[in-house]
């Protein structure tokens, strides 16, 4: 639980309120700011302001609500209410893989040029969204032209100030962040973003002023740092199922060593998500553009994808072939504490299992509406209400994502439901002897 603070100074835009803009926005008004959100989704704007939050994030929902109680906190659909007065408008909007791995820009230029058609005074405009070395310098110039139609000449600066916000837990990162990132160009916009993060460094957060673009890479290579250590884990456990290793015992002593540390290491079915998958592509884009061969991260990318092929033909031996098999997949969100499945790794290994010709069901504590809406919306899935009813009569049981609800399921009754022996356990939550004790046939992933 966090405690508000009143801090009357600087009144707070955010633009874009999907993922990042309405925790950053939250977040901004927990600070004691006047924070609009402001998002061209009417119907999702209306249902903010009934304080019917889209996503799925811990505390967030109280939050939101509390602070629109308040008054602290509203939200817009319009451009002109949301710049009305605005000392800091933040933008917060997609910036999706275009077809060649790119970052889109489309929404923050277009996001851009609106700030630039309704300014009235300074304004400091920041960048959150995930962005390409030299998008500063293109919101700016964008700014400009859009002041130039209205024959006006007003003060603004341009600050790059990417988030590091984990699904599952983003309100806790950005209220306990390890280190803030803000990339400035001057001693004005330096004084503003120092006012609006003070309490953070009251607090002991270290604020890490820089130029703008070392800023902008600095998010991509953390992403793809992150990504790496996930990818080099996950090898590693492709070698131990071949020698007869444990990659848990391995991951274990690696991390213990201070140079290494434990995050990260935990082996599994690859990354997935909003960010990784994205933030690879485009850092591999940004370092083809600038004639830098980013090999590391593009052979990342491949091992990735390599990883939930290989899970996906160990699932299919295992079984002696996918078709006609009844298989329940335990998880579609790609974390836990998150409704997020973008790219999950569960969502293509049910969609590989089915074009396999298996017959799958699934179970996500939270993840369900967005995979019937969305990712799986047009195959022949059978969505349970619960565990223990997706696993009823299958051959073979796969868990995908860890929840703590998964940690804690009774197995010797999820053995008396199926019908089948298979269990493949693609998090490592269950030891092996355990399992097959209660007469599994048992997989992990590097065990």
Partial sequence: MFESVVTPMLRISVIGAGYVGLVSGACLSQFGFQVTCMDSDKEKVARLRRTEIPIYEPEL???????????????????????????????????????????????????????????????????KST????????????????????????????????????????????????????????????????????????????????????????????NAYLATRITFINELALLCEEIGADVSKVSAAMGADHRIGPNYLMAGPGYGGSCFPKDTRALVSIGRDYGVNMSVVETVIR??????????????NGLGGAKGRNIAVLGLAFKPDTDDVRESPAVGIVKDLIYRGAQVSVYDPVSMENTKSGALAQLNVSFADSAM?????????????????????????????????????????????????LGFTYYGVGR
């Fill in 303 to 316: 091992a990735n994808d390599n990883q939930r092929r290989h899970i996906v033909k160990r699932i299919t």
């Fill in 389 to 437: 009813t997706a696993v009823r009569d299958v051959d073979a049981v796969v868990i995908a994502t860890e929840w703590e609800e998964f940690k804690h399921l009774d197995m010797e009754k999820v053995r008396s439901l199926i019908r089948g022996t298979h269990l493949f356990d693609l998090r490592n939550l269950f030891e092996r002897t355990a399992m097959e004790s």
């Fill in 131 to 222: 962005v390409p070395v030299g998008t500063g310098q293109l919101v700016k110039q964008t700014i400009f032209s859009a002041l130039k139609n209205r024959e006006l000449t007003i003060p603004f600066d341009v600050v790059s100030n990417p988030e590091f916000l984990r699904e599952g837990s983003a309100v806790k990162d950005f209220m306990e962040p390890d280190r803030i990132v803000v990339g400035v160009e001057s001693d004005r916009a330096r004084t503003v973003m120092g006012t609006l993060y003070g309490q953070l460094a009251e607090e002991g957060r270290d604020i890490i002023f820089c130029d703008i673009e070392t800023a902008e890479l600095i998010k991509y290579a953390s």
């Fill in 61 to 127: 929902d109280r939050m939101v609500k509390e602070h629109i109680a308040a008054g602290r906190l509203r939200f817009t659909s319009e451009y002109c209410e949301a710049m009305d007065g605005a000392d800091v408008v933040f933008i917060a909007v997609g910036t999706p893989s275009d077809v060649d791995g790119s970052a889109d820009l489309r929404y923050v230029i277009q996001a851009a040029n609106l700030i630039g058609a309704h300014m009235g005074q300074y304004t400091v405009v920041v960048d």
